[in-house]
C-alpha cells in the first residue's frame, strides 16, 4: 500500500503535534530532575503525567534508534535522521520505508 504524505495536512499536523509533545515532554522532565534535585515538592496529581511523559519518549527514543539503524540503507544520515524520527515519532518511520518503496 503506497501512502502519500507530501500532500496530506494530517501528517504534517501530526509532525507539529509530535515534536511540541516531544519538546513539552523532554522540558516536564528536566523540571521534575530540577525539583527533586532542589528539594521542591512536585504534586502528585503530575505523577500520571510524568509516566505518561517517559513513555512517549522511551518510544520516540526506540523509533529514533530503529530509524538511525536503518537510514544509512537508505542513502540517509544516521544521526539526523534519527534525531528527526526522535520528535516526529513513527511518522518518520514510514517515511523512511517509504522511500524504499517509491525507489
Given at each position: 500500500m503506497k501512502l502519500?504524505?507530501?500532500n496530506n495536512n494530517i501528517f504534517?499536523?501530526?509532525k507539529v503535534l509530535s515534536t511540541v509533545l516531544i519538546t513539552s515532554a523532554i522540558g516536564l522532565e528536566?523540571?521534575?530532575i530540577y525539583a527533586v534535585l532542589t528539594n521542591t515538592k512536585v504534586p502528585s496529581s503530575l505523577n500520571?503525567?510524568?509516566w505518561i511523559e517517559r513513555f512517549a519518549v522511551t518510544?520516540?527514543?526506540l523509533e529514533g534508534v530503529v530509524a538511525a539503524f536503518f537510514a544509512p540503507s537508505?542513502?540517509?544520515t544516521p544521526l539526523q535522521y534519527g534525531t528527526y524520527?526522535?520528535?516526529v515519532g513513527t511518522i518518520g518511520l514510514f517515511e523512511l520505508f517509504q522511500?524504499?518503496?517509491d525507489e
Open positions: 502519500n504524505y507530501q504534517t499536523f501530526v528536566l523540571w521534575n500520571p503525567v510524568f518510544i520516540h527514543f537508505r542513502k540517509k524520527t526522535f520528535f522511500k524504499e518503496d
